[in-house]
């Protein structure tokens, strides 16, 4: 029994470091990332739970990363992954004075900026080849966000904001294009989510023609993204 075990224990070591990254333990990645989905609620510390619940949705947010990676051990590596993620979108109403009081509907441009730095543990899936790196892992975000609205020459500066921590996971493959050079995809499930306070720069501006003030100074907004996120892009291996 052990003249079979042995053989094979050996056998299985070489296979899963041939599976490495030829001894490179650095790589730097440049992505492309697709994200599904976010929401900014409207009105998040209201104390009706229909107003609470009220939100804009923002669909199809696409932005760029960039990611460090370093292999500790034969199946550990460390992952540094930092984004600017910017989406905006018209469709949404507030409500604006003409100087004799009455209001009218102001169409404004919504949004948010977010700046995701993510550490990650993955593990190297031991099925792995020299040409295909099957990966898994998670870990801890760290996301710094802003609220952005505008109408004409108006827009809104973040006078309070609570930075946000969450955590991820994700599945990842590289195709080794040559020994250092690869093709990234990954699929991650995140939920980042933050809350600012948000004042106008100005409280009166000239909306279509016509004077209008806003008597609002200023307003709580969540930003939540709640979408999954994909990833596409190329690494280079050192």
Do not use: C
Not at 51 to 74: K, M, V
Not at 119 to 146: A, H
Not at 182 to 196: A, L
């Amino acid at each position: 029994m052990k003249l079979i075990l042995v053989p094979l224990a050996i056998a299985l070591l070489n296979v899963f470091a041939s599976a490495q990254y030829n001894g490179r333990n650095f790589s730097i990645g440049v992505s492309e990332i697709y994200t599904t989905s976010a929401k900014i609620y409207l009105d998040p510390n209201s104390s009706d739970i229909v107003l609470r619940n009220d939100s804009f949705p923002l669909e199809d947010i696409f932005n760029q990363g960039i990611e460090l990676r370093y292999r500790i051990t034969e199946p550990l590596i460390l992952g540094l992954n930092v984004e600017y993620m910017r989406k905006t979108e018209f469709g949404r109403n507030v409500t604006g004075y003409l100087e004799n009081g009455t209001n009218i509907p102001i169409n404004v441009e919504d949004g948010f900026v977010l700046i995701p730095i993510e550490f990650s543990v993955y593990y190297l899936i031991p099925f792995s080849t020299e040409k295909f790196k099957f990966l898994m892992g998670g870990g801890l975000g760290y996301y710094i966000g802003e609220q952005i609205r505008k109408f004409g020459d108006v827009e809104v500066t973040n006078i309070n904001r609570k930075t946000a921590y969450g955590v991820q996971v994700m599945i990842s493959m590289d195709y080794m294009l040559k020994d250092n050079i690869s093709i990234r995809t990954e699929m991650k499930f995140r939920d980042p989510q933050f809350t600012v306070t948000s004042a106008y720069t100005k409280r009166e501006t000239i909306y279509n023609g016509t004077t209008v003030r806003i008597l609002q100074s200023s307003f709580d907004s969540k930003v939540n993204i709640d979408g999954v996120t994909f990833i596409l892009g190329a690494a280079f291996h050192f």
